[in-house]
């Protein structure tokens, strides 16, 4: 029937559970047939073999073969279209007697209808079979229990993600079968798709190498290829790439990238694949010997292959023993490798398709590849087809995805971004390759997988391992799970896993928080999904606080009780840690410094260097740890900014004159309606206190001061933005930064605080009438109930409360009298007048849920040229809160002292002592990870004469 395109319905399964099978035979397709009813009457007997009759229903399904095969519908990600078997592959299985049940998908490459048509049952239900195949591995939700599994489990190297799916289908007595694992007698694999990988790989490398080349300002041919999954068929991608070859020998690779040169590891069907498409370009290959010369005097028109053996890879780490593969394969632990020293610095791209693991050296470690690029390597990109995360590339971290198949790694910071033009080397490794073609990858796979799935399909699972004997040795060489426990075979498995663990506790982070407020969120957030292992405590006076914020986040996350102003429960919460971040209150940070220094445990705040922490500094050199400041937003993010601008014009030979930092935290402009155009997302105490110091900056050569407790008094307007009406006060002693930039010579330096206008003057005002007090106040002292109208009149001896504000405008005594100090609103009493102050501000002047704040941060830089030329630069950072999210300013203070905390936990930065972030290295790491996080400066420049 099927040979005269006799169509047929797929047997549609009635209430009952038995099958009825229609037979629809149209009448242009009997005349076909010539009216050869032998012809088909043997049809309809092979149509009725290989269907059940309407009288039977599906077997129950179980370990032991019923001659069902379910094919599961792929759920990992959008991509994956592929089936591990194909309609002809089941028109094949249904022809031979056995049933095929098949999950619908929409989004599968081969249509549900090509499937009934060749005999399959669609539907949702495949738990009648006892043969369930895959393609990526099964969710663990989806697991039926007491069922043989057949697909890529990915878990023969104890892979971490996939342990608990490993788990579940041992607790569920699953007959796991790994596609990885079916080799030959000679321990070659029998399936797979690793021709199809190489293939997208290498497809995707030409194209990623284009937009790279694009990115660093350079035209080329590979532009005029798509990534694999542009086209339709693999035909019509190998015609892509031969109209790029022509254009390649017409007109060549651009002049300051030439000769292009590709590195090509392993030499199995995913290597094979690569050159397959390498090969219809114009190339050569040669030799790893070759590899100078060549680079001096190659071809533009021409692509250089080098196929690396194991020798170009490692040496033994004894120079007096010459390299023997067979004693290497034995022994890795007795060579190094030198693939960075022999291969790298010469080649423009590595095509990586080889098979590693952990016993042997890595390819490319991370500092090798920030030698090779320090070095001058003409390395641009690197194709890690293997997409081994933590494997042979080190900074291979995670897979990426088919539509953003190219990230770019920085070797200097050790980070990676989306951005074709940013610095560094041009990094792939996505793990699904073959998805891109899923027809031909399909149609191969299915070629290979059937006659395996004919065997299995009466396999008998329930029988002992070592007895189940009805499939080939490919086949029960392959079984990873049996009866409730991995196989003899795969045992070390949990082996691997234990090793493992064990090097994960030992590798693993520890990290206390000091602190569960607003600003802990963020930090919290960055450091358990860090690419390293890090357990984080939170710690807080509070345990129900620091408790609601570690639910928030992984099992990697603990709350504690902590009572910082008690040294034993402090001590007790700091041993036994790698790192402290200390966000509790700056005048608490010298006890927990004190604690770190017994200790020996780095630390990091966010707050300034006070003199009592800098004295601590020798102490600190003395444990051997870093205690580093001021690594928030302001102090934090204004000295990372600052610093890099300042060193990029020493470096073209520039010279500051004058430097004028400011930044504020702000309601964002719609919710600034209150009198002091201000909110509080924590306590007030610190904003009010800020108006109690002293500030001290340079002018026009000339050396400025405010006295302390009157700094509200000179507010100065500050045009940034034409939409904000701004004011800003001077910040603390400005000239303190003057050597921590190198701005000795500039005329100006001056820091500055932002507020809308109008702020300080109401400030002002409550510091003069005595608001600010931190002194204890008699009124505050008794029991009895206390309104803020009988605590001002004790504070101003008066009730004549307009006679106390005279001379005090008006517009202000309305804000003064709307902030509630002379209302009948109940005082919260506390020792000093600040801090009752500070509870009413908090609860007039709170954030809504749906309200934002935002943050300003800007440089004005006054550069001189060497040639005279005069420039002023502006750099600014504008960042507002999300909408039932983290605020602008717990991003922005939060996130700098996760990120560097990390930093510190690489073991990247090497100095000891009490530290602000002045290192170069530093601040553009923690530049480049806020940014991926879209905290940024934008600049602007205007040349003066």
């Known amino acids: 029937l099927a040979a005269h395109s006799i169509p047929r319905t797929a047997a549609a399964r009635s209430a009952n559970g ?165 080799v030959d007698a000679r321990g070659k694999r029998v399936i797979g798709f690793g021709r199809f990988a190489g293939i997208a790989g290498m497809i995707d490398l030409l194209r990623g190498l284009g937009d790279r080349l694009l990115g660093l300002g350079y035209s080329s041919p590979f532009l005029g ?21 022509t254009s390649i020998l017409l007109n060549g690779v651009p002049k300051d ?93 590595l095509v990586h398709g080889m098979y590693w693991d952990a016993r042997f050296p890595r390819l490319l470690t991370v500092e090798q590849a920030r030698d090779l690029k320090r070095n001058g390597g003409r390395l641009l990109a690197i194709a890690d087809i293997s997409a081994d995360p933590n494997g042979s590339i080190e900074f291979t971290r995670t897979c990426t995805q088919i539509d953003r198949p190219y990230l770019v790694y920085n070797t200097e910071t050790d980070t990676e971004k989306f951005n074709w033009e940013a610095e560094g080397i041009l990094l792939g490794s996505v793990d699904n390759l073959p998805a891109q073609l899923p027809k031909e990858a399909s149609n191969h796979f299915s070629n290979l997988l059937v006659p395996f799935v004919q065997q299995l399909a009466y396999s008998d699972g329930t029988k002992p391992i070592e007895q189940q004997t009805d499939i080939p040795p490919a086949l029960q060489n392959a079984i990873i799970t049996s009866h409730g426990a991995l196989t003899p075979r795969y045992a070390y498995i949990a082996d691997l896993r234990a090793k493992k663990a064990q090097e994960k506790r030992t590798r693993e982070r520890r990290v206390l928080l000091l602190g569960a407020g607003l600003v802990a969120s963020p930090a919290v957030e960055y450091l358990v999904n860090s690419k390293f292992d890090m357990s ?76 009592e922490m800098q004295a601590l500094h020798q102490r600190a050199v003395k444990a051997n740890i870093t205690i580093l400041n001021e690594i928030g937003l302001d102090p934090g993010i204004d000295h990372l900014s600052a610093l890099r601008t300042i060193d990029e014009v020493k470096s073209k030979n520039g010279k500051i004159e004058s430097f004028v930092s400011f930044c504020g935290g702000l309601p964002a402009p719609e919710y600034s309606s209150n009198p002091l155009g201000y909110k509080f997302s924590w306590s007030p105490r610190g904003v009010l206190q800020a108006g109690l110091n002293k500030a001290k900056w340079r002018e026009n050569g000339e050396i400025k001061e405010i006295p302390a407790g009157t700094l509200f008094d000179h507010p100065k307007s500050v045009d940034l933005f034409p939409a904000f009406a701004l004011e800003f006060i ?29 702020f300080c003057e109401v400030m002002s005002v409550l510091s003069r009438i005595g608001l600010f007090d931190t002194n204890s106040h008699p009124a505050l002292e008794s029991s009895q109930p206390l309104k803020w109208k009988d605590l001002m009149a004790r504070i101003l001896k008066t009730t004549n409360f307009n006679e106390a504000l005279k001379g005090v405008p008006d517009h202000v005594k309305a804000k003064l009298y709307g902030l509630g100090i002379f209302s009948d609103e109940p005082v919260v009493r506390e020792k000093a007048v600040i801090d009752s102050l500070c509870h009413l501000l908090k609860k007039r002047l709170a954030y809504e849920a749906d309200e934002q704040d935002m943050v300003l941060l800007c440089h004005r830089f006054g550069i001189v040229w060497a040639d005279g030329r005069r420039e002023m630069r502006t750099s600014t950072l504008y960042k507002r809160g999300t909408v039932g999210g983290p605020t602008a300013m717990s991003q922005t203070v939060g996130l700098p002292c996760a990120i560097a905390a990390e930093y510190i936990l690489e073991g990247k930065l090497k100095s000891k002592g009490v530290l602000i972030p002045a290192d170069k290295a530093l601040y553009e790491h923690v530049l480049n990870r806020l940014a991926e996080r879209n905290i940024f400066f934008r600049e602007t420049s205007e040349m003066l004469n």
């Open 536 to 611: 984080v405590t939170i710690a807080s006076s509070d345990i129900s606080e620091a408790a609601a914020l570690a639910k928030r986040f992984s099992s990697r996350c603990l709350a504690a009780q902590v009572d910082v102003t008690n040294k034993e429960s402090l001590d007790r919460a700091v041993a036994h840690q790698d790192m402290v971040i200390s966000l509790v209150p700056a005048a608490l940070h010298p006890r927990v410094a004190e604690a770190c220094i017994a200790r020996g445990v780095n630390m990091v705040t966010t707050s300034y260097v006070s003199p």
């Open 18 to 182: 038995s099958y009825k099978m229609p037979l629809l035979v149209n009448t242009a397709a009997m005349r076909r047939l010539g009216g050869d009813q032998l012809l088909l009457q043997q049809g309809l007997r092979a149509f009725s073999a290989a269907v059940p009759s309407a009288a039977t229903q599906l077997p129950e399904g179980g370990l032991k073969g019923n001659g069902v095969v379910g094919i599961r519908r792929e759920t990992k990600n959008r991509w994956e279209r592929r089936a591990p078997l194909d309609p002809s592959a089941v028109r094949t299985l249904v022809r031979k007697g056995i049933t095929v049940l098949v999950q619908p998908s929409k989004m599968r490459f081969f249509p549900d209808g090509l499937y009934e048509n060749a005999g399959a049952i669609l539907q949702e239900d495949i738990s009648p079979a006892s043969v369930i195949v895959g393609v990526k591995e099964i969710p663990i939700e989806y697991i039926i229990p007491e069922r043989t599994y057949v697909c890529f489990s990915h878990t023969i190297k104890a892979q971490d993600a996939n342990m608990p799916m490993l788990d579940a289908l041992i607790d569920r007595r699953v007959r796991l079968i790994d596609y990885e694992c079916m």
């Open 730 to 758: 001077p910040n603390r002693d400005s000239l303190t930064y003057e050597t921590t930039y190198g701005l000795q010579d500039a005329k100006t330096v001056q820091r500055g605080t932002l507020r809308y206008r109008g």
């Open 257 to 349: 990238h030439s000769p292009m040169i590709f590195a090509f590891t392993g030499s199995g069907n995913v290597t094979q694949g690569c050159l397959e498409i390498f090969r219809e370009l114009p190339h050569e290959f040669i030799t790893s010997s070759e590899l100078q010369d060549v680079v001096k005097k190659g071809d533009p028109r021409v692509l250089y292959g080098v196929m690396c053996t194991r020798e170009d890879l490692a040496a033994p780490i004894d120079p007096n023993m010459k390299f023997d593969k067979d004693h290497y394969a034995k022994n890795p632990q007795l060579y190094r490798g030198v693939f960075h020293e022999k291969i790298a610095p010469y080649v423009s791209a």
């Open 225 to 245: 290829l798509g990534y694999t999954d542009y086209y339709h068929s693999l035909s019509a991608a190998r015609t892509a790439v031969q109209l790029v070859g």
